[in-house]
């Protein structure tokens, strides 16, 4: 996936949580953009893209149609994430004439959205509002659209989750068909503390969105989807936290900013250092992963290290990409549920196949060697 990030880190309200404040606290989110040398390195790199942010609809209107109609052009589609909140019937028309894939950012309605920070309360609530109107306003229109949100106590605790369902609900009878829930990062922001649960409360949570999902028509939370696929190696999720990622080239995700420089993944910027992207990826993190034990911070005997790899880097323990995931406990517990419903389906997961061991040894001989295969190929070849 190439990530276009014409703005840099430039946006209209601050989220307590984003994964770009490292970048704009140092001073090394840019945001100035030369389309002619943009338009020259996404040639180069022949790959569709997503506009992002920061918030990417802060860009001039027509320069943003500029953006679209190359994206239309070379790859007949465009994508976009966006907070929702600046989305004008100029944009809508953009949307459907340059065929826009539009992601929204919002973690519910009201007070459930408050960890989305713009300023005031008020600010705040307006800006919630307006977010959430533009979101039906584009599955009204017809817009291919989806949904972003994080796991928070503002949105997730029992008293809330109520009004979090019904929400989704309504969303889904107007043709919502994806949602991408993710767990609240903390970094080193303390005072997100307040918001994110606990390991323990985490999973509750999780666990509840995914029976809930079975009251759906439409709506899937793309989560649950991926970790059944990785149980079954039926295929690889276009989720890249799941594919064995190198913190320093990050193969998966290329960042391209407006001078249209080649750089990784926002979300391994812990220390607010845009890194350009080597040439090269190592996988020494996993291949030490495997051998490290867990109370070291390693997934040593862990029979999910096949689907789970220990995670995204950006999401390591203490800050450290070496070590895995600090939602390990969460996803083992989601995997090991998941585990139990497909053995009640009369299926074998990967997880307690008898070659389970044997597809390890191969991963590992393979990420040695610098290649990092699918898992779904790693067992079917």
């Not at 953006?67 to 944009?91: A, E, P, Y």
């Not at 599955?139 to 809330?160: D, M, V, Y």
């Not at 993710?182 to 970094?187: A, M, N, T």
């Not at 969105?209 to 970790?227: G, I, R, S, T, W």
Request: hydrophobic share 30%.
């Amino acid at each position: 996936m190439v990530e276009l990030r014409l703005l840099g880190t430039k946006c209209n309200i601050g989220c307590q949580y984003c994964y770009q404040n490292p970048l704009r606290d140092s001073g090394n989110g840019n945001s100035t953009y030369d389309l002619d040398k943009v338009f020259g390195m996404l040639t180069n790199t022949g790959e569709p893209f997503v506009l992002w942010g920061g918030e990417p609809l802060l860009m001039n209107i027509d320069d943003l149609e500029k953006v679209f109609k190359f994206g239309f052009d070379r790859f007949g589609q465009n994508s976009l994430l966006t907070n929702g909140i600046l989305i004008t019937d100029k944009h809508v028309d953009l949307f459907k004439k340059y065929n826009v894939h539009v992601g929204v950012s919002i973690d519910g309605p009201g007070e459930l959205n408050d960890v989305r920070w713009a300023g005031t309360l008020e600010k705040t609530r307006l800006y919630t509002q307006r977010s959430n109107d533009n979101l039906i306003r584009l599955l009204n229109t017809g817009i291919p659209t989806g949904l972003n949100f994080q796991i928070t106590k503002c949105n997730s605790s029992e008293h809330r989750l109520p009004k979090m369902f019904e929400w989704l609900t309504t969303l889904d009878q107007l043709g919502l068909k994806n949602a991408r829930i993710h767990v609240l990062e903390v970094d080193y922001a303390e005072g997100l503390k307040n918001h994110a649960f606990d390991t323990e409360e985490n999973l509750q949570a999780f666990r509840e969105y995914k029976k809930f999902e079975k009251q759906l028509k439409n709506l899937k939370f793309d989560l649950f989807e991926n970790m059944r696929s990785l149980l079954l190696a039926t295929d690889q999720p276009q989720d890249c936290v799941w594919s064995a990622c190198d913190a320093y080239t990050t193969a998966a995700v290329s960042g391209i900013d407006g001078q249209g420089r080649k750089n990784n993944c926002g979300n391994t910027d812990k220390e607010g250092i845009n890194f350009q992207k080597p040439d090269q990826q190592g996988y020494e993190r996993y291949l030490a992963l495997y051998n490290v034990p867990d109370e070291y911070g390693g997934c040593k005997n862990c029979r999910f290290f096949l689907q789970c790899k220990g995670q995204c880097p950006g999401t390591a323990k203490d800050g450290d990409w070496r070590n895995k995931s600090e939602n390990c406990k969460l996803f083992k517990g989601l995997f090991e549920e998941i585990e139990q419903e497909i053995l009640t389906e009369g299926l074998t997961p990967i997880s307690l196949h008898p070659d389970r061991q044997l597809w390890e040894t191969k991963l590992l001989n393979n990420l040695s060697q610098g290649i990092n295969p699918t898992l779904h190929s790693l067992i079917n070849n």
